[in-house]
């Protein structure tokens, strides 16, 4: 269904639902047997009839977002609020919970709902999950329930729940995935099933958009099996934590010249690299992986204070999980966290991307250096001595690495 369509479709059943009626967006016996709906949750006493009515989720986000006292949280495409009013129990009475839908019929029945369930900290707003009528870091928390996979443009829907997530916030999600692309017979079939299909991701799809996206520590978990390759699913990924007024992102081209600007002044101090030189960008883009690469900024200006990236050690496949990493400072922003923040963000990046070894070498007068990669799990394997002349003189490098403690064990 095209996106008016869906909205109008959804209207219609909030509508049914205003008018005391139990809907259900799927075969009644998936419904229940799926785990959809109110079958999916082991906490609604005392929730309004009309919002377990209204209930058309393939799971219980509200449970695997591990929601906390006092958190903001946003559930994208809420209908009749169900998993809003569950956070709010969770978020307490410091805590916001606000539930977005294009359905204005469906807004209406949640905050009918709401108003019921005697619930005071929660917002209900009219809008789309493509472009989120919240501020940038607004809230700790994104989850939503089976509605994702209804969106056409999911990369939007991906990339403004990143924006909205303050650093270190934590996105977790029900919705139908796919483990591998259907042909349209089973598509059909499955669609005339459980009813929320026609758009939905292969797990890697879901995984490769959320990386994209900027989102790290990504989990796909497949819970019930609905036949044909089809499942509902549990999504779940983090926004790289880092200090207040900044943000962890991936690297863009329009970053270029503030990324070579630091590192040449990473090099003007002779204690970063042999290099004397910055690349060009198109030699820096050429000698590094194109996902492995983050920026920290300055959230109000949007400068580049530092930025982290990988490049391959060897074309050989039995190295194929092994990088080489930089990681550079602005000069003016060092030891406030910035390189600790980003190693991290890389590291778990790593992870997603099934990197067994990350190594870098380090000049051993670069006591900074060793110490930052010693404090996130790197370890010294040894000393390369006098292995090229900087300046006239013959220099040693310390070479480090971390195993991840998931990835090839």
């Not at 049914?16 to 079958?39: E, N, Y």
């Not at 042909?183 to 939905?200: K, L, T």
């Not at 790289?240 to 003007?268: C, H, T």
């Amino acid at each position: 269904m095209a996106s008016d369509e869906i909205i109008d479709h959804y209207s219609a059943l909030a509508r049914s639902a205003l008018h005391g009626q139990r809907i259900a967006d799927c075969d009644p016996v998936a419904f229940t047997g799926g785990g959809f709906g109110p079958a999916g949750y082991d906490d609604i006493a005392a929730l309004p009839d009309g919002a377990l009515r209204a209930s058309l989720g393939c799971g219980n986000p509200v449970a695997v977002a591990e929601i906390r006292a006092g958190e903001t949280v946003l559930d994208l495409g809420s209908g009749g609020g169900i998993d809003v009013l569950l956070s709010s129990r969770r978020v307490g009475p410091y805590g916001t919970v606000f539930g977005l839908d294009a359905s204005p019929a469906m807004v209406e029945l949640a905050r009918r709902n709401a108003e019921q369930a005697g619930v005071t900290n929660v917002q209900f707003l009219q809008g789309t999950i493509e472009a989120i009528p919240l501020p940038g870091h607004a809230v700790d928390v994104v989850i939503s329930n089976c509605v994702i996979n209804l969106s056409g443009d999911k990369a939007a829907v991906l990339a403004e729940a990143f924006r909205v997530l303050r650093p270190g916030g934590r996105f977790g999600v029900s919705d139908v995935v796919t483990t591998q692309v259907l042909d349209e017979q089973a598509r059909q079939r499955a669609e005339e099933r459980i009813g929320c299909v026609a758009g939905s991701l292969t797990v890697q799809e879901y995984r490769e958009l959320l990386v994209t996206a900027g989102f790290v520590a990504v989990t796909v978990t497949l819970a019930a099996d609905h036949g044909d390759g089809v499942h509902s699913a549990i999504v779940q990924a983090e926004k790289p934590a880092i200090g207040p007024g900044l943000e962890i992102r991936p690297m863009r081209e329009s970053d270029a010249a503030e990324v070579l600007a630091i590192y040449q002044a990473g090099l003007d101090t002779g204690q970063a690299g042999f290099e004397t030189v910055a690349p060009s960008w198109e030699g820096f883009t050429a000698s590094r992986l194109p996902r492995l690469r983050y920026v920290a900024v300055d959230t109000d200006s949007g400068e580049v204070l530092g930025w982290a990236a990988a490049s391959a050690v060897s074309a050989r496949s039995v190295y194929a999980g092994v990088v080489e990493h930089s990681v550079y400072v602005h000069p003016g922003c060092q030891a406030h966290g910035i390189g600790r923040a980003l190693l991290r963000a890389f590291i778990a990046a790593c992870e997603d991307a099934g990197v067994w070894t990350i190594q870098s070498g380090i000049f051993p007068e670069n006591v900074a250096s060793l110490a930052l990669h010693q404090a996130v799990g790197f370890r010294v394997v040894g000393t390369r001595e006098r292995v090229g002349c900087h300046h006239g003189v013959w220099r040693d490098v310390v070479m480090v690495e971390r195993r991840s403690p998931v990835v090839g064990t």
